[in-house]
């Protein structure tokens, strides 16, 4: 009996351990680094600053934190607010569930997610109340300008691709699928978002029942896999709503990027669309060749907006709504215009820009009609719109104070998002660089004279932590491509740098593979830490990266092999050969995604140059590739064609004849591969007969897989066995 007693006491003990740990919350964390040098630990110690909005009378900030616990292994998001000038921080959040996606309801008053509901509070954090009443299936939410109505994205069940498991078999796990996009990103297709309109009453109080504004469509919206809120839109007066939205399913959806935006009345429940006739009908096209080459992209169906079109907002007066275009179907690196459509007349303009615009905001102010983000030469910059169309640049480099935990040996840094506040005499926006994680900026435009664009930054989230840590310092190069173009890449120096000394050095290949090499902050590809190992990186911006105009970025489209890959040699050829500091004999080459791809191809190529290799959820077998990736719309664009068509099309020629699997034959450097495989944008199995081919050929090689992350690594103690192998990987080859 006593022996049955202590059991059941250390049983009541363990559950017990085990709830207190489920229920202690994670928080700031106040670390200690003992030698002044960024580690995976205290990379994961850091906040990060997610969502953020301004009161309407623009006098307090409410914003979003997400803290992680290696040792718990998870997160914990909770809700800040501020005075506009960053004093008066308080934490609002006391308890270890999850508030997010926080907005203002009032000057008072704030709405926010826990626990899939959608609660109130007042703005000190007291009189909490739970306004939503859905089973915990909200997911997003937006309230009407008058506060009588709000939207509320939820999931519903769909099984128009997987079909739905007979009744008498409720274990069964098979799944039977009937055409594409069976999955996206990390998951099977079971369910789609759509937006569900609720009224709201005294105390924003929301109704038990909502009407849904795609009632019978087998349509997502907001679009998979990474749309959100911003999807959609209120017209000012509480009588509209605009939204992204591409109504295809199966294999159409996944050869098509055309998406539009539609306006619903709320009135008469009726939708149009913003971006074609009503009696506009698409062309028939041949599913495995690329787009580009059909007559869907003939001169009469461009100006229907035919590609992306996402990311609606109207104009304060009611007159416009601007959204984010790309002109061609199925090419998702399409320059990314603005496009503002007249509703009383339905007539679009597009901003005549250089380089993909990333996000916009309306402006209030007389000087401006609306402001974006935009990358250009490899940093992530504000401009301003005048009614005519007119661009201008505000400022371009913003040097944050020495001691604000900033980044004293970098003087450039990226834009990340941006809002009007304070009656549109400023604007809210988010910056960060490689040397400092993301904080918030006030930022006072000057139209007229762009040197005057005041710039003050409010919060400070990880200023004990950095502040503990020595900066790498950062620097940019020139240097003339094969083809005689101008190539920039930058350089980050390792902490405590000594130019007399040689150092390993990292030739970081960048994904996309049209994705810009600006001054981004990563919580996996970090600069700051690799540099704290004591590594110099070489990152080019090589053919295919946005901010040197579109034609640069267009000539990786079925040339992933050439050029591109002559400028990734030509950036470590001229760091080797013309900076000192540069060990030519201890060079490795490190990538993800294309840039695991460019891994993988150098590997044969590289006659020597390096010493080792890291490639992480890269392409191997481009054949293969064609058909395993869910977004077939990318293989049919970058490859022109299919495989089985023994393509006769120059650049699909090249594409398959080049892919790394043909090449291993001359591999001869040791290589590390990383894959997780809840990866369905680049199968797991790519990794895998990466690792296969080169442990059959002898050659040093490891292999990192993760059962349960997908195109990223997102669970914290991963996300350190992801640091630790790559530092052990590069210190065994390089050191």
């Not at 079971?190 to 609720?198: A, G, R």
């Not at 549109?424 to 762009?450: C, F, I, W």
């Not at 950095?466 to 900066?471: D, G, R």
């Not at 034609?551 to 050029?563: C, L, V």
Request: aromatic residues 12%; glycine residues 6%; hydrophobic residues 35%.
């Amino acid at each position: 009996m006593k022996r049955l007693l202590t059991l059941v006491a250390l049983t009541l003990m363990v559950l017990g351990s085990a709830n207190a740990e489920e229920n202690e919350v994670i928080g700031k964390q106040n670390i200690r680094v003992d030698n002044r040098l960024m580690t995976p630990e205290a990379l994961w110690a850091m906040g990060r600053i997610g969502s953020h909005q301004a009161s309407p009378d623009g006098k307090r900030i409410v914003y979003q934190v997400g803290y992680y616990s290696v040792k718990q292994n998870k997160s914990h998001q909770v809700l800040y607010v501020m005075n506009s000038d960053g004093t008066g921080q308080q934490l609002l959040t006391k308890s270890a569930k999850n508030e997010t996606d926080a907005l203002w309801l009032d000057n008072e008053t704030l709405a926010f997610i826990s626990g899939g509901e959608i609660w109130a509070m007042n703005a000190d954090g007291s009189n909490r109340r739970q306004l939503s009443k859905t089973d915990g299936q909200v997911e997003g939410f937006m309230f009407s300008p008058n506060r009588q109505q709000v939207i509320i994205l939820k999931s519903l069940p769909f099984n128009e691709i997987i079909q739905k498991n007979p009744d008498d078999l409720p274990k069964a796990t098979g799944r039977r699928v009937t055409d594409l996009m069976y999955r996206h990103w990390d998951h099977y297709v079971e369910s789609i978002q759509h937006p569900f309109l609720y009224s709201a009453g005294d105390g924003y109080a929301i109704a038990d029942s909502g009407i849904d504004i795609l009632e019978g469509e087998p349509y997502e919206c907001p679009m998979e896999p990474f749309g959100g809120i911003e999807q959609l839109a209120w017209s000012p007066d509480s009588k509209q709503i605009a939204y992204t939205c591409r109504k295809k399913t199966g294999l159409a959806y996944s050869i098509s990027t055309d998406s539009d935006i539609y306006l619903y009345n709320i009135g008469t429940h009726e939708t149009t669309n913003l971006c074609k006739p009503a009696d506009y009908k698409a062309p028939e096209v041949d599913p495995t060749r690329t787009l580009a080459i059909q007559a869907v992209n003939a001169p009469e169906n461009l100006k229907n907006n035919v590609g992306y079109d996402q990311n609606p907002q109207f104009s304060p007066d009611g007159k416009y709504v601007a959204w984010l275009s790309m002109e061609r179907d199925g090419y998702e690196a399409d320059l990314n215009r603005l496009c503002i459509c007249t509703l009383a007349t339905g007539e679009k303009q597009y901003i005549d820009w250089k380089s993909d615009v990333d996000a916009f905001c309306w402006s209030d102010s007389k000087d401006a009609w609306l402001y974006f983000i935009s990358v250009w030469h490899a940093t992530e910059n504000l401009y301003s719109v005048s009614t005519k169309g007119e661009v201008k640049q505000l400022f371009t480099l913003v040097v944050p104070q020495s001691g604000d935990g900033g980044q004293e040996n970098n003087p450039w840094a990226d834009f990340g998002s941006l809002q009007m506040m304070n009656n549109g005499k400023q604007l809210l926006m988010e910056r960060h660089s490689y040397t400092a994680p993301a904080d918030l900026y006030v930022v006072t435009p000057n139209s007229k004279k762009p040197e005057n664009t005041a710039v003050s930054q409010l919060t400070h989230e990880n200023k004990a932590i950095l502040n503990q840590l020595e900066k790498p310092e950062v620097r940019q190069r020139w240097v003339k491509t094969t083809d005689g173009k101008d190539l920039h890449y930058w350089v980050i120096l390792p902490p405590n740098f000594d130019e007399t000394k040689k150092y390993p050095t990292l030739l970081f290949c960048e994904g996309g593979p049209q994705s810009p090499v600006s001054q981004f902050w990563s919580y996996r590809w970090n600069f700051m830490i690799m540099a704290s190992q004591g590594y110099v990186i070489v990152a080019p911006n090589r053919h295919g990266l946005p901010g040197f105009g579109q034609e640069w970025k267009e000539e990786i489209s079925g040339d992933w092999t050439g050029q591109c890959m002559s400028d990734y040699l030509t950036a470590i050829d001229d760091a080797a050969n013309n900076l000192p500091y540069v060990d030519k004999d201890k060079l490795g080459a490190v990538g993800a995604s294309f840039g695991g791809f460019s891994v993988y191809y150098l590997a044969g190529i590289h006659e020597k140059r390096f010493k080792c290799f890291i490639a992480h959820d890269g392409a191997f077998n481009l054949a293969a590739m064609y058909t395993e990736t869910e977004e077939n719309w990318f293989s049919n664009w970058e490859y022109d064609e299919a495989y089985w068509h023994r393509p006769q099309m120059p650049r699909a020629k090249k594409t398959y004849h080049d892919s790394p699997h043909k090449m291993v034959e001359n591999w001869d450097t040791p290589i590390l591969c990383i894959h997780g495989e809840k990866d369905y944008r680049i199968n797991a199995t790519q990794g895998m007969s990466a690792f296969n081919a080169a442990r059959m050929k002898g050659i040093p090689a490891e292999l990192l897989i993760f059962p349960d992350e997908n195109h990223w690594v997102l669970k914290p103690q991963n996300g350190v066995l992801w640091q630790r192998t790559y530092f052990d990987w590069l210190n065994r080859w390089l050191k």
